[in-house]
């Protein structure tokens, strides 16, 4: 499936395909070349030294960045490692990944930090860019040291898996973060208005008797999580955004100059909470699946730029935790491998989104978000060859053998899914090649 | 020893369900063949016929991962006075402290070899799930906050005896509406039966999303009470509440309490009904509870003829299902 490619880096000739690159606002038929791991023009013809890639019909875009990738490793082994999360990634077209560090031990140190980088490189998949924690141990309670972990590389800073309580060191962490500019990345949800709850609150909670965890719970730590930013000047991204209040919090928010970037899920902008009626476990996560006026009020928050970017939240599980009672299995589902896939069905094939909005939502923006050095996001020449080739007519069936990550939560098991990346590049090198 | 019972005819054509999980998916027909079937079974009950052979060799398993004394002994008794043997599983609240899944319980039982599970479980859809994952009939005793068929069915049963059709009539249920699988299993087949129903407690425990339902709500027993012709008074979940929805039982009595003078304010034949354990003093007063116009005990009785009329159907269509 791999091809490993010496040290000599051979050029590549990516023929015909649809370069759609919102980047530089690039959408047209022609070849892209790669050479030394860069890409150094387009329009250019095969000279036969180059090795050619056929991308006809074909959409060739900057590789996906996912801001928001559980790997579970260290800890949670048995749900995923670096190594197949990052093979996962690179399924679905992905070739930068951010991984969230509630791992155990959680990520809050610079060895922690480069434990991730060398076991990333082992792998030699995709790239994989650490976020550390906000506070030491992920416990809420003091700082982590996050100068040391901005010097060994990380993106930015979130306790995502849940809130802090504390509105004062959610404030500090605003505030001390500013010194090396980076984001602070939060996961806005009350637990105690969460209590104990499984699905959304409304209609559908009712009629199933499953605990409700009421919109509100998310969107109260919003507007906190908005002015704590206002007031402090801060960089704020907010993660996994599933409310129409939340998205309308946001938009206001950036009228008024705020520094606030958002998130949306490929599940809270295709799934809604009645399908809970199954009582699938793999429709459990937070924040919850919610009623159709939310995921309209997601896509069009996507649409007008509310809403920066769409992050998987891929949330890996072992089968023994989630095939269990509703109540007790864990919160989240897997979704590097589909994210491409559902958005193409729901969104472009729906006629609600196009293929440049779509790639700059997957790409792009997720990139300039958390600042990548230059190369990434992108196919302007001189960056980095981070590229997927899509075949948006490619049908495929979800199986536990077709996803890569070690765990198979996924609500779309079983179901016939339409695009799909058929080859990956990352740093100029073929890393997934579908025959 | 064992008697037949020609009343109960030939087994409906009709009835093609193996399990019974909820009465929201049934239809009104299913709905009026599992009535009818108990009425038949409880008349014999009155007649003081009482066992029969229907269910010979047939195992059943009561699996109950919540406590209950009632309903379970009713489910017991069902199954052998059908000609069942029947075996009690306790399992502990849940799965996790005894390190297996709920579907490896239930598939270790079935390799045992037993044709009907009757299921309880503190989470909604488990019953669901066994169902997709053995062979035998599962028979839903409550999941959750979800469904509890039975309780619902014996509920209806006896509100039919008592006013006869239940078309228009009005029916109020009381109580703790969050957390109660009786009070949906009682608005989804009363529904069905053309009744109107009305969901009736204090507000931080009565949405008004159940009008989405169909459903009316009132935070007012005293409002509702001139319009009711059955009053079903729910005992309240002290158990699933992790915050407190109301300042203290008193209270909850001072509001939502039946006594001897809300009574006297209802209709002159209002039938009071609650499905048991009742909290004395907290839902009803004791003159009430064992006054004229409660069914309290009948729905216990009531309670034995839907079960074993469920597990006769159930097992039917299981046999119909499994030969074919």
Excluded at chain 1, 76 to 105: H, K, M, Q, R, V
Excluded at chain 1, 266 to 280: C, E, K
Excluded at chain 2, 89 to 95: C, G, L
Aim: proline share 5%; charged share 25%; hydrophobic share 40%.
């Amino acid at each position: 499936m791999y091809e490993k490619i010496g040290n000599v880096m051979q050029s590549i000739l990516i023929k015909n395909g649809r370069v759609i690159d919102p980047s530089q606002g690039m959408d047209c038929v022609t070849n892209v070349l790669i050479e030394n791991g860069r890409i150094t023009g387009f329009g250019m013809r095969p000279t036969g030294k180059e090795r050619e890639i056929d991308a006809e019909g074909k959409l060739v875009v900057p590789g996906f960045v996912d801001l928001h990738t559980h790997l579970r490793e260290p800890g949670f082994e048995e749900s995923e490692t670096i190594f197949t999360g990052s093979d996962a990634a690179l399924n679905g077209g992905y070739t930068s990944i951010c991984c969230i560090p509630n791992t155990d031990p959680p990520i809050d140190t610079p060895a922690d930090v480069e434990f991730i980088q060398d076991q990333a490189a082992r792998a030699d998949h995709c790239n994989v860019f650490v976020i550390g924690c906000i506070s030491k141990k992920r416990e809420g309670k003091e700082l982590s040291e996050m100068g040391y972990l901005a010097r060994t590389g990380v993106v930015g800073f979130s306790d995502d898996g849940s809130d802090i309580e504390n509105a004062d060191l959610l404030r500090r962490a605003f505030e001390y973060a500013q010194m090396f500019d980076l984001p602070i990345m939060c996961h806005t949800e009350d637990k105690n208005l969460t209590n104990r709850g499984v699905m959304h609150e409304g209609c559908v909670s009712a009629r199933l008797g499953l605990r409700g965890i009421p919109s509100l719970a998310e969107d109260v730590m919003t507007a906190r999580a908005i002015m704590l930013a206002e007031y402090t000047k801060g960089r704020l991204h907010l993660m996994h955004i599933s409310t129409s209040r939340g998205v309308e919090l946001i938009r206001e928010a950036k009228k008024r100059g705020v520094n606030v970037t958002a998130e949306v899920t490929p599940h809270h902008l295709t799934l809604t909470d009645d399908l809970l009626v199954s009582f699938d476990t793999n429709l459990k996560m937070a924040p919850p699946l919610r009623p159709r006026e939310d995921v309209e009020a997601c896509i069009e928050g996507l649409l007008d730029g509310t809403l920066d970017c769409i992050a998987t939240d891929h949330a890996p599980h072992s089968a023994e935790k989630k095939q269990r009672e509703i109540d007790l299995a864990p919160f989240g589902i897997v979704g590097l491998e589909t994210a491409l896939s559902v958005l193409n069905m729901e969104l472009i094939l729906k006629g609600r989104l196009t293929w440049p909005q779509l790639i700059d939502k997957l790409a792009c923006s997720p990139a300039k978000i958390i600042k990548l050095p230059s190369g990434k996001g992108t196919l302007a020449v001189g960056a980095d060859a981070d590229v997927a080739i899509i075949d948006p007519e490619l049908k495929w069936t979800v199986t536990e053998k077709e996803l890569r990550s070690r765990s198979k939560n996924s609500p779309w098991l079983g179901k016939e899914l339409v695009g799909r990346a058929v080859c990956v590049l990352v740093n100029g090198r073929v890393r997934l090649l579908r025959r | 020893m064992f008697n037949e019972l020609p009343e109960l005819g030939e087994f409906p054509e009709n009835w093609k369900r193996m399990h019974l999980l909820g009465l929201e998916d049934l239809t009104r027909e299913e709905l009026l063949i599992l009535l009818d079937k108990a009425q038949v079974f409880r008349t014999a009950f009155d007649e003081g016929r009482r066992k029969f052979s229907f269910l010979s060799g047939h195992t059943s398993v009561t699996l109950f991962f919540e406590n209950s004394t009632r309903t379970r002994t009713s489910f017991s008794l069902a199954a052998q006075r059908l000609g069942a043997s029947c075996v009690a599983f306790t399992a502990s609240t849940s799965s996790l402290s005894k390190g297996e899944s709920v579907v490896d319980t239930a598939k270790n039982l079935e390799a045992m070899g037993c044709e009907s599970m009757v299921v309880r479980h503190s989470t909604p859809g488990i019953p669901h799930l066994l169902a997709e994952n053995v062979n035998c009939s599962i028979i839903n005793a409550g999941d959750g906050a979800h469904e509890h068929p039975t309780q619902g069915l014996l509920d209806i049963l006896t509100m039919r005896q008592r006013l006869g059709s239940l078309e228009g009539k009005t029916v109020g249920v009381v109580g703790d509406i969050a957390h109660s699988r009786v009070a949906r299993s009682n608005a989804w087949g009363l529904k069905k039966l053309g009744a109107h129903v009305i969901v009736c407690g204090p507000s931080t425990l009565v949405s008004p999303v159940w009008k989405e339902m169909g459903v009316e709500f009132s935070h007012s027993l005293d409002a509702i009470l001139p319009r009711v012709d059955v009053l079903n008074m729910l005992r309240i979940q002290f158990e699933r509440q992790y915050t407190s929805p109301f300042p203290s039982t008193r209270e909850y009595s001072l509001l939502f309490g039946m006594n001897s003078e809300r009574l006297r304010r209802g209709k002159s034949d209002l039938l009071v009904i609650a499905p048991g354990p009742i909290n004395r003093g907290v839902e009803l007063t004791p003159e009430v509870a064992d006054g004229p116009q409660s069914a309290i005990l009948d729905q216990v009785s009531n309670g034995l003829a839907v079960r074993m009329a469920v597990l006769w159907l159930t097992d039917g269509a299981r046999k119909r299902i499994q030969n074919a």
